[in-house]
């Protein structure tokens, strides 16, 4: 087996920590509570030295030999400033705060706007790209739950029949979504357990 | 405290842990399982073959989600998927580039490719430039892999993890540049947007499936197997749940 002491302190860290989470009694409670605390620092510092990798990336773009991409100085540019205005301001300072509501979120509000132009041509061209009946039931479903959600039906809310229609047809998503979502922790359980048990060692590099 | 739902969730831990070491005990001896056909998939299988004829790129995209979180399982299945790709492209003349929205999953990119090209007695294929961090923000991180869509040759896109709706964007940028796309996701509004958006879109728990189908290990097939088992046992106290429940048991 390679890296055997990873592995093993992997397998360790990662049972104690789901034994704790079920049973939270003393000792194996404090000893998950600290696992996890040392998990977010060392996300921290994952965070930090992936950024660092980021930058290192995008420098090699911008002085390679061929192929120069000179969008990557915007990004290096911005960064830097950015980060040597968080150092010496903090992050709660109104100049930083403003660079954040002006600049960047109306970037990513501008994004969402084209999102949900794509999202709509790409619901017309379902049906160019897949036929059949899962895409017409998509179709309908989309077009009666935003009729539903936009409130068009309020005044229905006192008609008794169609008060009891619209409840039971807002409840299927529900119960679709459980189904998926229960199928997804299945699937999330077997994957965990897979890494638990050593069989997938994402960190074996 | 023990409570009773803490005994349970660990009588069903051991429970998927017996059933996956037992399948894949009983597995040594036998062909791999035949699972029913994903045409997902297999259309990934040769948009691999393809890539590799024709020496463009495959693009992986692990999503957001951080370690530390309850969703990053969709990740593990992804980083796995990662590995199972590099491994079969790596003849390629255009090793696959993987993107992250986040600083431990983009370590963990790296060191699964550099565990995938060691397993395949090809180190110096190795780059750590090839598993990147995209962006840290949700919108950022599809702003970066974006940039990957339009500037890195790529013909095909594997989209597994933790996303939000805005993935569709990278959906939507692999079509418009003619790009095979596959995208999976555990999260409900990111699958809802990819149904309509992505060639390929696989729903729900088939997510973890990818693997497994793409060829790999006896324990991915053993715990494809176990989900099976489990599937039917969650279906059984549901509905047995549900008649008890009617006839006034419950």
């Known amino acids: 087996m390679r890296a055997p002491l990873s592995t093993a302190i992997a397998i360790a860290a990662g049972g104690l920590t789901l034994i704790g989470l079920l049973i939270p009694a003393d000792p194996l409670l404090s000893i998950r509570i600290r696992l996890v605390e040392w998990a977010v620092a060392l996300a921290g510092v994952a965070g930090l030295v992936a950024i660092l990798h980021l930058l290192s990336v995008h420098w090699r773009k911008l002085t390679a030999r061929r192929n120069k991409n000179f969008n990557s100085a915007f990004l290096l540019i911005a960064f830097i400033i950015t980060f040597i205005t968080g150092i010496l301001l903090k992050p709660s300072h109104p100049t930083m705060q403003k660079i954040v509501t002006h600049i960047q979120v109306p970037i990513e509000a501008s994004l969402m706007g084209v999102l949900a132009i794509s999202l709509t041509v790409a619901a017309i061209r379902l049906f160019q790209r897949r036929g059949g009946w899962m895409s017409v039931l998509f179709a309908i479903s989309a077009l009666v739950f935003l009729v539903i959600g936009s409130g068009f039906l309020s005044a229905s809310a006192n008609i008794p029949v169609l008060k009891d229609v619209l409840a039971a047809v807002i409840a299927l998503p529900i119960a679709g979504a459980r189904g998926i979502l229960l199928g997804v922790a299945l699937g999330s359980l077997t994957t965990g357990l897979r890494v638990l048990l050593g069989s997938d060692r994402p960190y074996s590099g | 405290m023990i409570t009773l739902d803490g005994v349970l969730g660990l009588g069903v831990v051991f429970l998927a842990i ?32 393809l890539a590799v004829e024709n020496g463009s790129r495959i693009h992986i995209t692990l999503g957001k989600s951080s370690l530390t979180q309850s969703t990053n399982a969709s990740a593990l299945a992804g980083l796995s998927t990662l590995d199972r790709i590099a491994q079969i492209s790596s003849i390629s003349d255009k090793p696959p580039i993987a993107t992250s929205g986040d600083g431990g999953l983009t370590l963990l990119s790296q060191d699964t490719l550099r565990s995938a090209y060691r397993s395949v007695h090809a180190p110096e294929l190795y780059d750590p430039g090839r598993g990147r961090l995209a962006g840290i923000t949700p919108m950022s991180y599809i702003a970066g892999t974006l940039h990957v869509t339009t500037h890195e040759e790529v013909s095909a896109h594997v989209m597994i993890g933790n996303f939000g709706p805005e993935i569709a964007l990278v959906a939507e940028a692999a079509d418009l540049a003619g790009a095979f796309s596959l995208a999976a996701s555990d999260s409900l509004p990111a699958q809802a947007a990819l149904y309509a958006v992505a060639d390929n879109p696989v729903i729900g728990e088939e997510l973890f499936a990818a693997p497994a189908y793409l060829g790999g290990s006896r324990s991915h097939s053993a715990s494809l197997q176990a989900q099976d088992i489990l599937r039917w046992g969650v279906i059984v106290v549901l509905v047995g749940g549900a008649l008890l429940k009617a006839m006034g048991i419950l």
């Open chain 2, 18 to 49: 017996g059933l996956i070491v037992i399948l894949h005990m009983l597995g040594r001896d036998r062909d791999k399982p035949a699972f029913r056909k994903i045409a997902a998939f297999d259309a990934l299988k040769n948009s691999i073959g």
